[in-house]
Protein backbone atom coordinates (compact mmCIF):
# COMPACT_ATOMS: atom_id res chain seq x y z
CA UNK A 1 0.00 0.00 0.00
CA UNK A 2 1.30 3.19 -0.87
CA UNK A 3 2.78 5.08 2.26
CA UNK A 4 3.77 2.28 3.69
CA UNK A 5 7.34 3.27 4.03
CA UNK A 6 7.29 6.53 5.31
CA UNK A 7 9.81 5.92 8.26
CA UNK A 8 11.59 2.67 7.15
CA UNK A 9 9.48 0.72 9.67
CA UNK A 10 7.37 -2.66 8.99
CA UNK A 11 4.10 -2.48 7.34
CA UNK A 12 1.27 -1.94 9.87
CA UNK A 13 -0.59 -4.98 8.14
CA UNK A 14 2.41 -7.01 9.51
CA UNK A 15 2.09 -5.40 12.99
CA UNK A 16 -1.11 -6.12 12.93
CA UNK A 17 -0.52 -10.07 12.18
CA UNK A 18 2.47 -10.62 14.26
CA UNK A 19 1.04 -9.00 17.30
CA UNK A 20 -2.43 -10.20 16.65
CA UNK A 21 -4.05 -7.16 17.00
CA UNK A 22 -7.58 -7.55 15.78
CA UNK A 23 -9.73 -4.52 16.05
CA UNK A 24 -11.95 -4.98 19.53
CA UNK A 25 -15.61 -3.70 19.43
CA UNK A 26 -15.89 -3.37 23.04
CA UNK A 27 -12.60 -0.86 22.77
CA UNK A 28 -14.16 1.51 20.19
CA UNK A 29 -11.10 0.27 18.06
CA UNK A 30 -11.29 1.27 14.00
CA UNK A 31 -7.49 0.91 12.86
CA UNK A 32 -6.54 3.21 10.05
CA UNK A 33 -3.91 1.81 8.12
CA UNK A 34 -3.09 3.91 5.05
CA UNK A 35 0.22 6.23 5.64
CA UNK A 36 -0.67 8.48 3.38
CA UNK A 37 -4.07 9.54 5.64
CA UNK A 38 -2.33 9.76 8.42
CA UNK A 39 0.60 11.43 7.36
CA UNK A 40 -2.14 14.15 5.59
CA UNK A 41 -3.61 14.22 9.39
CA UNK A 42 0.13 14.87 11.03
CA UNK A 43 0.58 17.55 8.20
CA UNK A 44 -2.80 19.11 9.59
CA UNK A 45 -1.02 20.36 12.78
CA UNK A 46 1.92 22.10 11.49
CA UNK A 47 5.28 22.48 12.87
CA UNK A 48 5.33 19.66 16.07
CA UNK A 49 9.35 20.01 16.11
CA UNK A 50 8.87 22.27 19.85
CA UNK A 51 5.76 20.46 20.55
CA UNK A 52 4.93 17.71 22.75
CA UNK A 53 2.32 15.17 20.95
CA UNK A 54 -0.26 13.42 23.60
CA UNK A 55 -1.96 10.67 21.66
CA UNK A 56 -5.14 8.54 22.42
CA UNK A 57 -6.04 4.78 21.19
CA UNK A 58 -3.07 4.95 19.19
CA UNK A 59 -3.57 0.79 18.09
CA UNK A 60 -0.93 -0.43 16.32
CA UNK A 61 0.43 2.65 15.64
CA UNK A 62 -0.70 4.38 12.12
CA UNK A 63 -1.12 8.13 13.76
CA UNK A 64 1.83 7.35 15.73
CA UNK A 65 4.09 6.90 13.41
CA UNK A 66 2.60 9.57 11.19
CA UNK A 67 3.69 11.55 13.90
CA UNK A 68 6.77 11.24 14.94
CA UNK A 69 7.92 11.06 11.37
CA UNK A 70 6.33 14.39 10.47
CA UNK A 71 9.12 15.50 13.54
CA UNK A 72 6.87 16.00 16.91
CA UNK A 73 9.43 16.84 19.59
CA UNK A 74 8.07 13.56 21.66
CA UNK A 75 4.88 11.51 21.31
CA UNK A 76 2.65 10.56 24.54
CA UNK A 77 0.75 7.82 23.76
CA UNK A 78 -2.01 6.74 26.29
CA UNK A 79 -2.98 2.64 25.42
CA UNK A 80 -5.48 0.49 27.71
CA UNK A 81 -5.08 -2.55 25.31
CA UNK A 82 -1.91 -4.24 25.86
CA UNK A 83 -1.53 -6.04 23.05
CA UNK A 84 -0.80 -2.62 21.29
CA UNK A 85 1.27 -1.63 24.02
CA UNK A 86 3.55 -4.51 23.49
CA UNK A 87 3.30 -3.95 19.99
CA UNK A 88 4.46 -0.37 19.59
CA UNK A 89 7.12 -0.75 22.33
CA UNK A 90 8.59 -3.53 20.33
CA UNK A 91 8.41 -2.36 16.68
CA UNK A 92 9.06 1.73 17.63
CA UNK A 93 10.12 2.25 21.20
CA UNK A 94 13.89 0.87 19.56
CA UNK A 95 13.78 3.80 16.68
CA UNK A 96 12.51 6.62 18.08
CA UNK A 97 13.86 6.39 21.64
CA UNK A 98 13.24 9.10 24.07
CA UNK A 99 10.95 10.88 21.38
CA UNK A 100 7.97 8.27 21.95
CA UNK A 101 6.51 6.96 25.36
CA UNK A 102 3.51 4.50 25.90
CA UNK A 103 1.62 4.73 28.46
CA UNK A 104 -1.00 2.01 30.07
CA UNK A 105 -3.96 3.28 31.20
CA UNK A 106 -7.77 4.66 30.66
CA UNK A 107 -7.68 8.02 28.69
CA UNK A 108 -10.77 9.09 30.77
CA UNK A 109 -8.82 8.81 34.02
CA UNK A 110 -5.66 10.85 32.90
CA UNK A 111 -4.40 14.22 33.80
CA UNK A 112 -3.04 15.45 30.45
CA UNK A 113 -1.68 18.71 31.67
CA UNK A 114 0.21 16.35 33.87
CA UNK A 115 2.13 14.54 31.53
CA UNK A 116 4.47 17.46 30.05
CA UNK A 117 5.42 20.46 30.15
CA UNK A 118 3.67 23.18 27.40
CA UNK A 119 3.88 23.69 24.43
CA UNK A 120 1.68 20.48 24.33
CA UNK A 121 -0.72 19.13 21.34
CA UNK A 122 -3.39 16.73 21.04
CA UNK A 123 -3.57 14.36 18.41
CA UNK A 124 -5.37 11.56 17.80
CA UNK A 125 -8.26 9.19 16.27
CA UNK A 126 -10.54 9.14 18.73
CA UNK A 127 -12.25 5.85 19.99
CA UNK A 128 -15.66 6.62 18.97
CA UNK A 129 -17.36 5.56 22.48
CA UNK A 130 -15.08 7.79 24.61
CA UNK A 131 -14.57 10.89 22.17
CA UNK A 132 -17.36 13.11 23.44
CA UNK A 133 -16.36 13.13 27.44
CA UNK A 134 -12.72 13.61 25.99
CA UNK A 135 -13.34 16.64 24.30
CA UNK A 136 -15.34 18.36 26.76
CA UNK A 137 -12.69 17.78 29.24
CA UNK A 138 -9.91 19.31 27.04
CA UNK A 139 -12.07 21.84 25.66
CA UNK A 140 -12.93 22.86 29.73
CA UNK A 141 -9.16 24.09 29.76
CA UNK A 142 -8.19 24.57 25.98
CA UNK A 143 -5.53 27.19 26.53
CA UNK A 144 -3.83 24.51 27.99
CA UNK A 145 -3.05 23.68 24.64
CA UNK A 146 -1.83 24.95 21.70
CA UNK A 147 -4.31 23.24 19.12
CA UNK A 148 -6.51 19.97 19.27
CA UNK A 149 -6.61 17.30 16.17
CA UNK A 150 -8.99 15.22 16.29
CA UNK A 151 -10.78 12.51 13.86
CA UNK A 152 -14.74 12.11 14.58
CA UNK A 153 -17.49 10.18 13.40
CA UNK A 154 -18.85 12.47 10.85
CA UNK A 155 -22.05 13.29 12.84
CA UNK A 156 -20.13 14.49 15.70
CA UNK A 157 -17.91 16.56 13.72
CA UNK A 158 -20.84 18.02 11.97
CA UNK A 159 -22.21 19.16 15.54
CA UNK A 160 -18.98 20.90 16.89
CA UNK A 161 -19.05 23.14 13.52
CA UNK A 162 -22.63 23.71 13.21
CA UNK A 163 -24.08 27.23 13.04
CA UNK A 164 -27.29 28.71 14.63
CA UNK A 165 -30.33 27.68 12.91
CA UNK A 166 -29.02 24.40 11.86
CA UNK A 167 -30.23 21.09 12.83
CA UNK A 168 -26.68 19.72 13.83
CA UNK A 169 -26.50 23.13 16.40
CA UNK A 170 -26.62 21.98 19.92
CA UNK A 171 -24.48 22.66 23.16
CA UNK A 172 -21.62 20.46 21.83
CA UNK A 173 -21.44 23.47 18.80
CA UNK A 174 -21.75 26.32 21.44
CA UNK A 175 -18.79 25.16 24.18
CA UNK A 176 -16.46 24.16 21.24
CA UNK A 177 -17.15 27.41 19.65
CA UNK A 178 -17.12 29.27 22.55
CA UNK A 179 -13.45 27.77 23.90
CA UNK A 180 -12.09 27.36 20.16
CA UNK A 181 -11.82 28.44 16.61
CA UNK A 182 -12.77 24.98 14.87
CA UNK A 183 -12.28 24.10 11.42
CA UNK A 184 -13.31 20.86 9.83
CA UNK A 185 -10.42 19.31 7.70
CA UNK A 186 -11.35 16.58 5.22
CA UNK A 187 -13.43 13.38 5.98
CA UNK A 188 -12.25 9.96 5.94
CA UNK A 189 -14.26 7.47 4.19
CA UNK A 190 -15.11 4.33 6.23
CA UNK A 191 -13.31 1.73 3.87
CA UNK A 192 -10.06 3.41 4.79
CA UNK A 193 -10.92 1.79 8.38
CA UNK A 194 -10.28 -1.80 9.59
CA UNK A 195 -13.19 -2.80 10.70
CA UNK A 196 -15.01 -0.13 8.22
CA UNK A 197 -17.45 1.68 10.75
CA UNK A 198 -20.26 2.29 9.61
CA UNK A 199 -20.28 5.99 8.73
CA UNK A 200 -17.57 8.87 7.44
CA UNK A 201 -14.72 10.32 9.66
CA UNK A 202 -14.04 13.95 9.69
CA UNK A 203 -10.87 15.46 11.22
CA UNK A 204 -11.21 18.55 13.04
CA UNK A 205 -8.36 21.16 14.11
CA UNK A 206 -9.74 23.44 17.16
CA UNK A 207 -7.36 26.05 17.78
CA UNK A 208 -7.75 27.56 21.69
CA UNK A 209 -8.82 31.28 21.89
CA UNK A 210 -6.60 33.95 23.69
CA UNK A 211 -9.96 34.27 25.54
CA UNK A 212 -13.34 32.43 24.84
CA UNK A 213 -15.39 34.01 22.62
CA UNK A 214 -17.59 35.82 25.15
CA UNK A 215 -16.84 36.08 29.30
CA UNK A 216 -18.53 33.27 31.31
CA UNK A 217 -18.06 30.77 33.73
CA UNK A 218 -18.01 27.01 31.98
CA UNK A 219 -20.24 25.78 34.64
CA UNK A 220 -23.08 28.69 34.04
CA UNK A 221 -22.36 28.14 30.33
CA UNK A 222 -22.72 24.17 31.07
CA UNK A 223 -25.80 24.45 33.17
CA UNK A 224 -27.65 27.32 30.67
CA UNK A 225 -26.90 25.17 27.39
CA UNK A 226 -28.48 21.81 29.02
CA UNK A 227 -31.56 23.16 30.18
CA UNK A 228 -32.21 24.83 26.64
CA UNK A 229 -31.08 22.38 24.71
CA UNK A 230 -32.98 19.69 26.80
CA UNK A 231 -36.19 20.81 25.56
CA UNK A 232 -34.75 22.70 22.21
CA UNK A 233 -38.17 22.84 20.22
CA UNK A 234 -39.72 24.68 23.23
CA UNK A 235 -39.27 28.70 23.39
CA UNK A 236 -36.76 29.80 25.73
CA UNK A 237 -39.73 31.15 27.94
CA UNK A 238 -40.42 27.76 28.83
CA UNK A 239 -37.51 25.80 28.54
CA UNK A 240 -35.41 28.06 30.67
CA UNK A 241 -38.08 28.28 33.38
CA UNK A 242 -36.62 25.63 35.90
CA UNK A 243 -33.64 28.14 36.07
CA UNK A 244 -35.71 31.51 36.47
CA UNK A 245 -34.34 32.92 33.81
CA UNK A 246 -35.78 35.74 31.62
CA UNK A 247 -34.03 36.38 27.89
CA UNK A 248 -35.31 39.54 27.81
CA UNK A 249 -33.40 40.96 30.47
CA UNK A 250 -30.15 40.51 28.40
CA UNK A 251 -32.31 41.13 24.82
CA UNK A 252 -33.41 38.21 23.65
CA UNK A 253 -37.10 37.53 22.63
CA UNK A 254 -38.77 34.61 25.11
CA UNK A 255 -40.49 33.66 22.16
CA UNK A 256 -36.77 32.46 20.91
CA UNK A 257 -35.96 28.66 20.71
CA UNK A 258 -32.14 27.60 21.64
CA UNK A 259 -31.14 26.43 18.16
CA UNK A 260 -31.32 30.55 16.53
CA UNK A 261 -29.36 31.86 19.72
CA UNK A 262 -25.39 32.42 18.69
CA UNK A 263 -22.86 31.86 21.49
CA UNK A 264 -22.76 35.42 22.61
CA UNK A 265 -26.12 34.69 23.87
CA UNK A 266 -25.48 31.73 25.40
CA UNK A 267 -22.71 33.77 27.41
CA UNK A 268 -25.22 36.46 27.77
CA UNK A 269 -27.74 34.18 29.83
CA UNK A 270 -24.90 32.34 31.55
CA UNK A 271 -23.75 35.35 33.17
CA UNK A 272 -27.22 36.84 34.05
CA UNK A 273 -27.54 33.13 35.73
CA UNK A 274 -24.55 33.95 37.88
CA UNK A 275 -26.28 36.97 38.78
CA UNK A 276 -28.91 35.57 40.25
Known sequence: MAGEFIDNLPPLRDIIARHDLAAKKQLGQNFLLDL??????????????????????????????????????????????????????????????????????????????????????????????????LLIGWLKNARAYTGLTLMFQKEVADRITAKPRTKAYGRLSIMSQWQCEVHPEFNIDARAFTPPPKIQSTVVTFIP??????????????????????????????????????????????????????????AALARLYETQ
Do not use: H
Open 36 to 133: NLTARIARTAGDLSETTVIEIGPGPGGLTRAILAAGAKKLIAIERDERCITALQDYLAPSYGDRFEIISGDALKQDFESLCPPPRRIMSNLPYNIATP
Open 209 to 266: RPQPLAPASWDAMEKVTAQAFGQRRKMLRQSLKALKLNPEDVGIKETARAEELSVEDF
